[in-house]
Nanobody, 127 residues
Framework: QAQLREFGGGSVQAGGSLRLSCGPQ????????MAWFRQTTGKEREGVAS???????SFSDAVKGRFIIFKDSETNTMSLQMNNLNAEDTAMYYC?????????????????????WGQGTQVTVSS
């Protein structure tokens, strides 16, 4: 199973911003459906955002309008720009990727669609 690596977690005050990155990848990010998930203790892993092979993006209702997901072909990384953070965004964030050349399955954010995962990076938002 391919392993991914996340960067950029940390602590921030409510209203602040953080950028998470995933990479560099051994496979071309432009050929991958990639996503961010997050999880807090005692809760299921929750889909946050996805970026498809054709450039389409999808966001959960909880982060829509505040988070941006994008890929950088030059550095072969995928990033999540998180703005206007609040305490409910506190979680361990995970990068995920699907099989090579396999598009995302519509706009759903389902963990079972992804075959490669990172170890996670902690984001803590204080109010």
């Amino acid at each position: 199973q391919a392993q991914l690596r996340e960067f950029g977690g940390g602590s921030v005050q409510a209203g602040g911003s953080l950028r998470l990155s995933c990479g560099p990848q051994r496979r071309s990010v432009s050929r991958l459906c990639m996503a961010w998930f997050r999880q807090t203790t005692g809760k299921e892993r929750e889909g946050v955002a996805s970026s498809d092979i054709d450039g389409a993006t999808s966001f959960s209702d909880a982060v829509k309008g505040r988070f941006i997901i994008f890929k950088d072909s030059e550095t072969n990384t995928m990033s999540l720009q998180m703005n206007n953070l609040n305490a409910e965004d506190t979680a361990m964030y995970y990068c995920a990727a699907g099989p090579l050349d396999s598009p995302c399955r519509g706009r759903r954010l389902y963990a079972g669609d992804y075959t490669a995962w990172g170890q996670g990076t902690q984001v803590t938002v204080s109010s």
